[in-house]
């Protein structure tokens, strides 16, 4: 991770974000709405933590009846409902707009406990890193896959990368796994020691304990609360490891459609840190959306599929987000901005794996 200040540029002569600012918050006056969540984003977590959270209970309930064909799909199913609260619930939660009440925003965004992450890394990796420096190598860390696999035509190049198309998928499983054992250990290292915080910065002693107490209590209810209750260790950690394969190939494939695509570019600061576009513009051409017309996908994704929105409006809970797009289209289209956009869930997938191949390929020699 570079240290370096990057400036974005402010010559916006058209006034882009001015505009298109004025004319969302006009849409939420004129509506008499807030833009934080309402009873369907309340209703919607309920239903997210019983995905989660049922499943599991009947696991340890008939833990001693219950075949293995049964209890497999149900622990895909708390995977897919841990990527559901991540969505729906935490994300929100953690970007304030969850709730209009400060209270509710923290009490919710807490869920990342039982996600097996910290909040504070998690604020200062997608708030502070990836909402500011979408795309740039080196700033942005939801595109620093390690030297396995390559997401940037920046990064530097390795003969393994032409097998990523293969393996990258199955790696993306092991995302929350690394939360859980060793990310959130060397996350706090490093942004303690650059000051780095959401907010106010933290006591790192402070930081610390919430980490170790939060590990243990995530530790306690999916691995030792089972295994005392007399299931057999090494099926705990099986199971264990399927909910998290579940939940990071879920979380995983999600970002990927939004950042990491043939449509999206990966711009660089010149020689004196400085990007081409502002802010915003910056955030247009670095960033997608997939299957506008499905309810599910935007049901289930916690409308991530309008990820263009949410980086322009990460302050709004996703539930808006399908409103505002058709002002945030209009006006990009007026201004002669992209609007990066899949029609469909596969067809975005298609275009993932496609991107995977391009970038596995070794880059000509100029």
């Known amino acids: 991770m570079k240290t370096e200040t990057i400036k974005f540029s402010k010559n916006d002569p058209n006034k882009f974000f001015r505009t298109l600012n004025k004319r969302v918050n006009a ?18 977590a309920m239903i997210v933590f019983g995905i989660m959270f049922i499943p599991f209970i009947a696991i340890l309930v008939f833990r001693n009846i219950l075949p293995v064909w049964v209890v497999i799909p149900l622990l895909i199913i708390i995977g897919l409902g841990k990527a559901l609260v991540g969505m729906n619930v935490m994300h929100d939660a953690n970007h304030e707009s969850f709730s209009s009440r400060k209270w509710v925003n923290k009490l919710f965004g807490a869920s990342m406990y039982i996600l097996s992450g910290n909040d504070y890394n998690w604020k200062v990796q997608h708030n502070v890193l990836h909402h500011t420096y979408t795309n740039i190598k080196g700033y942005d860390e939801d595109i620093d896959a390690g030297r396995i696999i390559r997401f940037s035509k920046h990064s530097k190049w390795l003969k393994i990368h ?3 198309k293969y393996y990258a998928f199955f790696l993306y499983g092991l995302m929350t796994l690394n939360w859980a054992i060793t990310t959130d250990f060397k996350q706090s290292y490093l942004y303690l020691k650059r000051r780095l915080s959401y907010g106010k910065f933290p006591n790192p002693a402070t930081q610390w304990t919430k980490l170790i107490i939060g590990k243990i209590v995530y530790y306690s ?10 299931i057999v260790w090494w099926h705990v950690l099986v199971g264990f490891v399927i909910v998290h394969f579940a939940a990071g190939l879920t979380l995983s494939v999600i970002f990927s ?26 955030q247009l051409y670095t960033t997608s959306n997939f299957s ?6 935007e049901f289930f994704t916690g409308g991530l599929n309008y990820q263009v929105e949410h980086h322009l409006f ?45 970038l596995g390929k070794k880059p000509a020699i100029v």
């Open 221 to 230: 209810l999916w691995v030792f609360l089972p295994i005392m209750l007399g």
């Open 257 to 282: 459609l939004a950042h990491v695509m043939p449509n999206t570019e990966m711009p660089e600061p010149n020689e004196n840190g400085c990007m081409k576009n502002t802010w915003a513009i910056h």
């Open 27 to 44: 849409y939420f006056k004129n509506n008499k709405i807030k833009k934080t969540g309402n009873w369907k984003l309340y209703r919607k």
């Open 292 to 297: 506008p017309k499905s309810k599910f996908v």
């Open 162 to 164: 032409k097998y990523q």
């Open 314 to 358: 990460s302050h709004i809970s996703h539930v808006h987000y399908k409103k505002i797009s058709e002002i945030v289209r209009k006006t990009a289209a007026e201004f002669e901005l992209p609007y990066n956009e899949y029609k469909t869930f596969w067809k975005a997938v298609k275009e993932h794996y496609n991107q995977l191949r391009v």
